[in-house]
C-alpha cells in the first residue's frame, strides 16, 4: 500500500466537526452503535448501520429516522465478512468514518469451551476488525478514522471469559500497529474500551431481566451504575472528530478498572 504524503487536515474537533460527514457503524442495530448512530444524526451527520439481523435493523433505522431531515440507512450484513463491508462502504460512500461495535460476548470455561465456539468468538472478532481495516484504508479520505470496541476485561479478567478477553486484546494489538501502517495514509485508528454499558449485550450476558436488576447490578460499580449507550457511545464521537487522536485506547468505565 502506498503512501499519499498529504498533510493531515486540522479541522476544529468541536461538534461541527462531524456535519455532513458519513459514518458506517458496524453493528450499529442496538446498544453502543446505535446510540452513536444518534448522537452523530444530531450533530448533522450521515449514517449508514450494518448489521445482520433485517427486522432489528429496520426498527433501528426507523428509530433514527423520527428526527426530521436525518440521513440514514441500514445494510444487512455480517460484519465479518469483507466482501460485505466492502459492498456496505461503496453503498453508504463516501465514507468519512467507520465505528466497529458488532460483536458478542462469548463465555466458557477453558476446559469446557468446544473449540468451535473459541474460533468463532476469536476468528469473529479479529476478522470483523481486520476486515473493515481492509475495506476502509482503501476508500477512507485524510483525516478518516476506523474506532474498534474493546472491554475492560482486558484490564481486570474475570475468570471463564478467556477467549472473549484475548479477542479484544488481539483488537487493541491491531489497533496500535494499523495507527502506525496507515498514518502515512493520513487515517487514523482508535479503539474504545467499555466499562459495562447498558445494552441488551449486557443485559443478556449478566442476566439482567429489568431496570431494576441493571440498577442493583450497577451498585457495586465507584459510580454506583453502569454506563448509558449514549455516555459510551460519545466517546466514538470524540475520536472520530478529533484529527490529532491515533493509536489510543480510550477508556470508559466509570472507574470500573481501578478497583
Ligand atoms: N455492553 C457492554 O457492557 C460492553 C462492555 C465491553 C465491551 N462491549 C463491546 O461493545 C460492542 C457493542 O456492544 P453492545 O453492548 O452495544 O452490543 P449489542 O447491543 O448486542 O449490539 C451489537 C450490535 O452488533 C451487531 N452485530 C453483532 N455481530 C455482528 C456481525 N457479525 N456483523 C454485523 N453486525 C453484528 C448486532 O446486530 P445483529 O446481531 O443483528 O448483527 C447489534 O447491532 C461489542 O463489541 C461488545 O463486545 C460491550
Do not use: C, K
Not at 75 to 92: F, K, M, P, S, Y
Not at 215 to 222: C, E, I, S, V, Y
Not at 250 to 255: C, E, F, N
Amino acid at each position: 500500500m502506498s503512501a499519499t504524503l498529504a498533510p493531515m487536515p486540522i479541522t476544529s474537533p468541536l461538534p461541527t466537526a462531524l456535519e455532513g460527514r458519513t459514518v458506517l457503524i458496524v453493528g450499529g442495530s442496538s446498544g453502543i452503535g446505535l446510540a452513536a448512530g444518534a448522537l452523530l444524526t444530531s450533530v448533522g451527520a450521515r449514517v449508514a448501520l450494518l448489521a445482520r439481523d433485517p427486522a432489528r435493523l429496520s426498527d433501528a433505522v426507523d428509530r433514527l429516522r423520527t428526527t426530521p431531515g436525518v440521513s440514514v440507512t441500514g445494510i444487512a450484513g455480517d460484519g465479518t465478512d469483507e466482501t460485505v463491508l466492502d459492498r456496505a462502504l461503496d453503498q453508504a460512500g463516501p465514507v468519512d468514518h467507520v465505528l466497529v461495535t458488532a460483536g458478542v460476548f462469548s463465555a466458557g470455561a477453558l476446559l469446557d469451551t468446544p473449540h468451535d465456539q473459541v474460533r468463532e468468538a476469536v476468528e469473529g472478532r479479529i476478522w470483523g476488525a481486520y476486515g473493515t481495516a481492509r475495506a476502509a484504508a482503501r476508500r477512507l479520505p485524510a483525516g478518516g478514522s476506523i474506532t474498534f470496541s474493546s472491554g475492560h476485561y482486558l484490564a481486570r479478567p474475570i475468570p471463564g471469559a478467556s477467549a472473549a478477553i484475548a479477542s479484544i486484546g488481539a483488537v487493541e494489538g491491531l489497533t496500535r500497529a494499523l495507527a502506525v501502517e496507515l498514518a502515512p495514509r493520513r487515517l487514523r485508528v482508535n479503539a474504545i474500551r467499555f466499562g459495562v454499558v447498558d445494552t441488551p449485550l449486557a443485559r443478556g450476558a449478566f442476566g439482567l431481566a429489568d431496570d431494576a436488576a441493571v440498577a442493583a447490578a450497577g451498585q457495586g460499580t465507584p459510580l454506583g451504575r453502569f454506563a448509558t449507550a449514549e455516555e459510551a457511545a460519545s466517546a466514538a464521537l470524540f475520536l472520530m472528530a478529533n484529527n490529532f487522536m491515533t493509536g489510543t485506547v480510550i477508556t470508559v468505565d466509570g472507574g470500573q478498572a481501578l478497583v
